[in-house]
């Protein structure tokens, strides 16, 4: 199946490198371009894409205020994976709770961006390494005096075993061979738990997970914290 993908970026540059980089892969088709957020819902409405590439950084409408607009007025909106060349915390979290399905910085290996995709368009996400790792670090090292409740307490001990791997950048077949499990289990334990806890995407399951790391350091204390890359 080719992977209909829309390119949303101010810099043509930008946009005529990432079509030229696709352009090589047989199973991806650039089926358009948008050169401002503001244009998003349209161009979605329009070229109907499996999977869009959206700046977080343009002049009229920024790349999360778009996805926010698109996902309020589509039913059924693509996946959306914000591309960037930097990234901050409040960025990342502001895009991941508005429904990205990942982040990528744009000097990210070329074929990662395509991975990226193909796994955007199964309904997994990807994050880029270097700022899933700043945010779980982030969670771990927020110090509170009591511990907030825990974001994953209506899960099943499976569920959470599997949420905490999600956490750490696992990939489906990475958590199967962990926990002893084939990759449809757990596929369906993600699935139950972004049911359970009204979450749309796996990075935003990841970030819960984190929060849930961080609430058992400030009660166990840091070593009890878990991995931080």
């Given amino acids: 199946m080719t992977i209909r993908v829309l390119l949303v970026d101010d810099d043509p540059l930008v946009v005529t490198g990432l079509r030229l980089m696709l352009g ?22 329009r070229y ?5 590439l959206l700046d977080v950084r343009m002049p ?14 589509d039913p059924d909106p693509p996946a959306v994976i914000m591309l960037t060349t930097f990234h901050t915390d409040s960025v990342v979290l502001d895009a ?17 961006i395509v991975t990226a995709i193909h796994a955007a368009a199964a309904g997994d996400a990807t994050i880029s390494p270097a700022v899933l790792g700043q945010l779980v670090r982030q969670a771990s090292s927020r110090k509170d005096p009591e511990p907030a409740p825990d974001p994953l307490s209506s899960l099943t001990g499976r569920e959470r075993e599997v949420a905490l791997a999600v956490s750490e950048g696992l990939s489906n077949g990475d958590i199967a061979e962990r926990l002893h499990l084939s990759v449809g289990s757990v596929k369906s334990h993600i699935s139950s738990a972004l ?7 796996r990075v935003q399951l990841a970030i819960a997970a984190h929060e849930a790391r961080r609430r058992d ?5 840091p070593d009890r914290a878990g991995p931080t890359n």
Avoid: C, W
């Fill in 24 to 45: 090589g892969s047989p199973s991806i088709d650039v089926v358009g371009e948008a050169a401002d957020g503001d244009e998003l819902t349209g161009a979605v409405a």
């Fill in 217 to 221: 350091a400030v009660r166990d204390g």
């Fill in 60 to 73: 009229r409408l920024d790349g999360v205020r778009a996805l926010r607009d698109l996902r309020a007025k």
């Fill in 48 to 52: 109907r894409p499996d999977v869009v």
């Fill in 96 to 112: 991941l709770r508005s429904g990205a399905t990942g982040f990528l910085l744009k000097h990210t290996a070329p074929e990662q």
């Fill in 195 to 201: 049911a359970r806890l009204e979450l749309d995407n």
